[in-house]
């Protein structure tokens, strides 16, 4: 059985492997900037999961789709290189959470910004906004904002590719979405000023 | 409830997977505090965008160097001798 990536390992015709990266390449590659946030280590992870693959073909079964096993080994080779990698100076997400007084109210609110989300998506540089300030997110926090609200994994699933806890998920993913929205408060608010 | 436990309930309160009685709380709450009822749009729209301006981006430019990289990865993952 297989398909896709067995049948091409089969020919070994360089073209038809060509056609195959130039295929899935993007979809993964765009997945491991977001994970790692930089392009570097984005394109080796691509690398290493093309080779994972081609080496794991025979597990492969077919019982989902190609381009959703792939997805599944490029995630796990982007977390192992960002595990791998030396830490990079980052902002404490601490610095980006909601403060509160001691009786528990927010210690200085700001106002909400102004455009609507939808007025937001209208905007093309909203976009580029969003990716810059989702590699301002510490690592391990933006990993699993990534995984949970823009790649569409459950929490199970992102558990099992942390090899954590779900309620460890649900913390974690509660401080990134806290802290890529203070981000994107500083920002619309000053681009309001 | 006080400002700190509404945050802290709230990605249960947006998937409504809070009980009737948190949610009752949180709904008392939100009635009677402003900076709550901006944090919460703040943050469902920080949510919305992710999903719906990030996750629906096109997929990544891959240039042609780049390509021809990872096809010869492949290549030579499949024939390790070679």
């Known amino acids: 059985m297989g398909t896709g990536l067995a049948n091409v390992l089969a020919i070994g015709d360089e073209q038809a492997v060509s056609r195959f990266v130039a295929e899935h390449a993007p979809r993964l590659l765009q997945v491991a900037r977001r994970l790692l946030?930089?392009?570097?280590?984005?394109?080796d992870a691509v690398q290493d999961a093309f080779t994972a693959a081609v080496r794991s073909i025979d597990s492969f079964d077919g019982q989902s789709q190609l381009s959703t096993w792939l997805h599944r080994i490029v995630v796990n080779a982007a977390l192992m290189r960002l595990r791998a990698r030396q830490r990079r100076p980052e902002v404490?997400?601490?610095?980006?959470l909601p403060e509160f007084y001691d009786d528990g109210h927010r210690v200085e609110p700001r106002r909400a910004w102004a455009a609507t989300a939808s007025e937001l998506l209208e905007r093309r540089e909203t976009r580029q906004l969003l990716e810059r300030l989702l590699a301002e997110i510490p690592d391990e926090d933006r990993t699993v904002l990534v995984l949970r609200d823009i790649e569409g994994l459950d929490t199970r699933q992102t558990a099992e590719h942390l090899a954590t806890s779900e309620g460890a998920v649900k913390t974690r993913l509660h401080r990134a979405r806290a802290a890529m929205r203070t981000l994107l408060e500083q920002a619309m608010l000053e681009a309001d000023a | 409830m006080i400002c700190r436990e509404f945050i802290a309930m709230i990605d249960e309160y947006l998937a409504v997977s809070s009980t009737a009685d948190d949610r009752a709380e949180c709904e008392a709450h939100l009635a009677t505090c402003p900076y709550c009822r901006d944090y919460l749009k703040t943050y469902r729209d920080t949510i919305g965008l992710l999903k719906d301006a990030i996750a629906k981006t096109p997929d990544a430019d891959v240039n042609p160097e780049v390509a021809e990289a990872l096809a010869k990865a492949v290549m030579k993952a499949r024939n390790p001798d070679s």
């Open chain 1, 37 to 43: 946030a930089c392009e570097e280590d984005a394109r």
């Open chain 1, 92 to 96: 404490s997400i601490e610095s980006l």
